[in-house]
């Protein structure tokens, strides 16, 4: 069975970077996308964005400029960190195991689509002065 | 905040069928079908259904799902207090070239 397990630093004042990192147990890193999901309280959960083994990144153009999403697929981990954290970053962060339906070209783009089959449990980070 | 709509809440007795709408367009569900998941209070979500139909193993067969064009539905057939717990629907969004998400519905078992 897949698990994930994430960490990273809960408590964060604004400026600050958020990071977070999240361990694959089980099963394959490769062939897969690996994507990050938040929800800040009383929001819907928010797409943040995503790593494909190949090292492709896709992000979520609300955020894009303020994240980053790498992997080390030796240690079969990724990382998310985003840039100048306000209180409106203070979410549940999740980190999931994407399953690829289609990888292929249009116009010109690499598109990955995916659905996420396995989840982190979560990960509250709070930004506050 | 776009997304999936799904209701906030729903509720029903045990025994009692229960159904949970997500509604979308056509960059979502009405593309790619949905997923659905279950999700308790500080604990991993876990998937119960995606856009085949496909129930991994472990979910019961009176849990059900179907798509029809832009929406959805998670039916409860035969409600049970093990079902008490938040439901969200994903699906993904070529607008946004990502996953959207429904704002989840807390089901409660009276």
């Known amino acids: 069975q897949v698990q994930l397990q994430q960490w990273g630093a809960g408590l964060l004042k604004p400026s600050e970077t958020l990071s977070l990192t999240c361990a694959v147990y089980?099963?394959?890193?490769?062939?897969?996308?690996w994507g990050w999901v938040r929800q800040a309280p009383g929001k819907r959960l928010e797409w943040i964005g995503d790593i494909h083994h190949s090292g492709t990144t896709n992000y979520n153009p609300a955020l894009k400029g303020r994240v980053t999403i790498s992997a080390d697929t030796s240690k079969m981990q990724f990382s998310l960190r985003l840039n100048s954290v306000t209180a409106a970053d203070t979410s549940i962060y999740y980190c999931?195991?994407?399953?690829?339906?289609?990888?292929?070209?249009?116009?010109?783009?690499?598109?990955?689509?995916?659905?996420?089959?396995?989840w982190g449990h979560g990960h509250l980070v709070t930004v506050s002065s | 905040q776009s997304g999936l709509t799904q209701p906030p809440s729903a509720s029903g007795t045990p025994g009692r069928t229960v159904t949970i709408s997500c509604s979308g367009g056509t960059s979502n569900i009405g593309s790619h079908g949905v997923n659905w998941y279950q999700r308790f209070p500080g604990t991993a979500p876990r998937r119960l259904f995606g856009k085949d139909d496909h129930r991994p193993s472990g979910v019961p067969e009176r849990i059900s799902a179907s798509v029809s064009g832009t929406s959805a539905s998670l039916a409860f057939t035969g409600l049970q207090s093990e079902d008490e717990a938040d439901y969200f629907c994903a699906a993904w969004d070529d607008s946004l070239n990502g996953p959207v998400f429904g704002g989840g519905t807390k089901l409660s078992v009276l």
């Open positions: 999931a195991r994407g399953s690829i339906t289609f990888r292929g070209v249009i116009f010109t783009r690499v598109i990955t689509r995916y659905y996420f089959d396995f």
């Open positions: 089980g099963g394959s890193f490769n062939g897969y996308s």
